[in-house]
C-alpha cells in the first residue's frame, strides 16, 4: 500500500512540474460569487434582497456588467444543472427576443453579459450532492453538544442579518466587491471547519462528512468549468453562488493548467 501510494505521489508530481517549465499561455478561469438577486436560495442562512428589476438596481447591473466586459470572456459558466436543455433554450429565446429576463442572477448577469459580447450560448456547469446538515445537528444533540450546536446557528442567523444589512446600503458592484474579496472567500471556507468539523468522533464523522461531500460537489462543478478552458485563449467567467467562491477559486489555484483571476483583477481593486 505504501509502495502504490508512493508511486501515485510521484505521478501527482509530474504534470505540475511540466505545467511549471511551460511558457504557454493558459487558459483564464475568473469565478464571480454572487447572492440569489431573484431572493432566498436553498440555504441554512438566508440573506434578504430587494428587487433587482427595480430601476436602482437595473442602472447597478449595468455598471456591474461594464465591469465584467474588461475580462473579455470567451466563455459563460453558470450555476444550472449540467445536463439541462433549459438554460440554452432560455438563452436562445432572449436572443431572439422571444424571453423577459428574470431576477436570477443567470439572467441578469449571464445572460446580459453573453448577447453584449456575441456569445451563441451560456454552460450549465452545477452538480447537486448531499448536504447531511441534519445528521450534524442530531449528532450534536444526541451527544450534549445542543447548546454549541444553537450557538452556531445563532451566529449563523446573526452573519445573515449582518449581510443583508450591507446589501441594503450598497450598489450591485460594492455588495459583490465586498462578496469576492479575499478575506470574505476564505472566511466563507473557514466557516465550515469551524461549525461542523468538530461535530463527530470514530466511526460518526458527521460533521466531517458534511464538508467532504460539500468538497465532493465543488471539484465536480469544477470539472465541468475546467472542461470549457479547452484552449490557452479561454478566457471563463463562472457565475455562482458566493458559498462556492472559496471552494472553487481554491481549486483553481491550485490547478497548473489555469490562470485564476478576480474580479478585483477587472475593477483594479485590492484583494
Given amino acids: 500500500m505504501r509502495r502504490t501510494a508512493a508511486y501515485l505521489a510521484i505521478l501527482a508530481m509530474g504534470p505540475a512540474h511540466a505545467a511549471t517549465a511551460q ?17 432566498a436560495g436553498n440555504h441554512v442562512f438566508n440573506t434578504e434582497v430587494d428587487d433587482i428589476l427595480s430601476e436602482r438596481r437595473q442602472a447597478e447591473i ?22 439541462s436543455r ?46 447531511p446538515f441534519y445528521r450534524v445537528q442530531n449528532y450534536a444533540i444526541a451527544n450534549g453538544r445542543k447548546e454549541a450546536w444553537d450557538s452556531i446557528l445563532a451566529n449563523g442567523a446573526a452573519e445573515a442579518e449582518r449581510e443583508s444589512e450591507f446589501m441594503r ?3 450591485v458592484l460594492e455588495i459583490l466587491e465586498h462578496m ?7 472566511k466563507g471556507v473557514a466557516g465550515y471547519y469551524a461549525s461542523f468539523l468538530p461535530f463527530g468522533e470514530p466511526y460518526e464523522y458527521a460533521g466531517p462528512d458534511l464538508i467532504a461531500s460539500w468538497f ?7 470539472h465541468n468549468v475546467r472542461a470549457l478552458a ?9 457565475v455562482y453562488g458566493a458559498g462556492h467562491l472559496g471552494w472553487l477559486q481554491q481549486m483553481a489555484e491550485d490547478d497548473p493548467g489555469v490562470e485564476l483571476r478576480t474580479l478585483g483583477d477587472v475593477t483594479g481593486g485590492t484583494r
Fill in 23 to 39: 511558457t504557454a499561455t493558459r487558459p483564464e478561469i475568473l469565478i464571480l460569487g454572487t447572492y440569489h438577486m431573484r431572493g
Fill in 62 to 83: 449595468e455598471e456591474l456588467i461594464d465591469v465584467l466586459r474588461r475580462f473579455r470572456p470567451t466563455k459563460i459558466a453558470v450555476e444550472a444543472d449540467v445536463g
Fill in 86 to 131: 433549459q438554460i440554452a433554450n432560455q438563452y436562445s429565446a432572449y436572443l431572439d427576443g422571444e424571453y423577459a429576463l428574470t431576477g436570477n442572477e443567470i439572467d441578469q448577469i449571464g445572460f446580459r453579459l453573453g448577447k453584449e459580447l456575441g456569445h451563441e450560448t451560456v454552460h450549465p456547469v452545477d452538480e447537486d450532492g448531499d448536504f
Fill in 169 to 171: 446600503t450598497h450598489t
Fill in 180 to 186: 469576492n474579496a479575499d478575506s470574505t472567500a476564505a
Fill in 216 to 222: 465532493q460537489r465543488n471539484i465536480r462543478i469544477y
Fill in 230 to 238: 479547452a484552449s490557452p485563449g479561454d478566457r471563463v467567467l463562472v
